[in-house]
């Protein structure tokens, strides 16, 4: 019997250590040094994150698509002092209305029949950090509850008879213009206040252009090693290719985009054949970008700026959905403007 304990306790010793390995590796996996980039638009999300992981205070996220909110909202959890308590991620989106209540706050047995006991997210989150995704998909009953948490401390159970107290902290992200929301009475302007302690905006990857080697050889790296082929980095034109496509996916498209070419690449380099016909088509849609890149003989001023101009152009038709008007808006160029630099670029189809 002796043995048998003894045994049992160096099991438990043992999963003990594997328990500290693992959590050592979940935290160095999600700290801000693995958020790539040098451009200072990602050096700045770095700071934010360095220097508002330690305090409590709530946190909004925001940014398009694929541009990296979750992988923030985690490196602030692991570089906090809540880092060995839980980081419950709730996507607003994708619960249906009915269950969005039960499934926040937590809903009492027999509050409906059949219905059983369950502990809300915020409360199994306790001591730790509650990421709200598309927080701008709440609905308002939900809203009102969750400020009610935040200036309270506790959850109202559904059918539940007193209130728990809670100890979370708030991360909240949405790739919608919350105050555009407001306006619109979707969202409580309240709530926002809440939640908008700290903001950190995340650069649209087409913001952050001079990223993209960087990123995609990481990327590259990491799925070359997983699919264990041996492949060393990209042609020159590749990169190019993946330099001027406007990335609606962002970060995420780019990750697939070259998980894609590492499965599809027969040689050691990734080439422009590897890459998907709307990247490679966009680089051809371009002449004049295409041959000043080419050449690779000495770009002239004017060169260079017909080059931004494009960018900038194809970027704000990329972010509004080819709306001309708003697009001209953004560029601070009249309608009819923008309507002929379309025109002159080739980019009017
Ligand atoms: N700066 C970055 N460096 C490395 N990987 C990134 C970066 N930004 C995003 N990613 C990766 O891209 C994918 C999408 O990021 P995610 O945080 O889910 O975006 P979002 O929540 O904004 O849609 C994830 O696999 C994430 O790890
Ligand atoms: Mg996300």
């Not at 200072?40 to 694929?66: C, F, H, P, Y």
């Not at 080439?271 to 088509?281: H, K, P, T």
Request: aromatic fraction near 4%; glycine fraction near 6%.
């Amino acid at each position: 019997n002796s043995v048998a304990l003894s045994e049992l306790e160096r099991r438990r010793q043992e999963l003990l250590e594997l328990n500290l390995h693992l959590r050592r590796e979940v935290e160095e996996r999600f700290t801000s040094k693995n958020i790539v980039g040098t451009s200072s638009k990602i050096q700045d999300v770095r700071s934010m994150i360095d220097r508002t992981a330690e305090s409590a205070v709530s946190v909004l996220v925001t940014g398009e698509n694929g541009t990296g909110k979750e992988l923030s909202a985690r490196a602030i959890h692991y570089q906090s002092q809540r880092r060995s308590k839980p980081f419950v991620a709730v996507n607003c989106a994708a619960l249906p209305e009915s269950l969005v209540e039960s499934e926040l706050f937590g809903i009492e047995k027999g509050v409906a029949t059949g219905v059983e006991r369950r502990v809300g997210r915020i409360e199994s989150a306790n001591g730790g950090t509650l990421f709200l995704d598309e927080i701008g998909d709440l609905s308002m009953t939900a809203q009102a509850k969750l400020l009610r948490v935040l200036q309270e401390r506790e959850v109202e159970w559904v059918g539940g008879r007193r209130p728990v107290p809670v100890d979370v902290r708030l991360i909240a992200a949405t790739n919608k213009d919350l105050k555009e929301e407001i306006k619109q009475n979707r969202f409580r302007q309240d709530l926002f206040f809440r939640l908008n302690v700290i903001h950190i905006r995340m650069p649209a990857l087409r913001e952050v252009r001079s990223d993209i080697p960087l990123l995609a050889t990481y990327f590259l790296r990491k799925h070359a090693k997983d699919l264990e082929r041996d492949i060393q980095g990209f042609s020159q034109n590749a990169v190019k290719a993946l330099m001027s496509y406007h990335w609606p996916g962002n970060i995420r498209e780019l990750e697939n985009e070259v998980k894609r070419a590492v499965v599809l690449t027969s040689g050691r380099e990734i080439q422009v054949e590897d890459l998907s016909d709307a990247i490679v088509e966009e680089r051809l849609a371009v002449p004049e970008l295409e041959s000043a890149m080419k050449s690779g003989e000495k770009q002239t001023l004017k060169d260079r700026v017909t080059t931004l101009e494009i960018q900038m152009i194809r970027d704000a038709m990329a972010q509004t959905d080819s709306d001309r008007r708003r697009a001209a808006k953004m560029l601070g160029l009249s309608h009819q403007g923008l309507l002929n630099k379309l025109k002159r670029y080739g980019l009017d189809n």
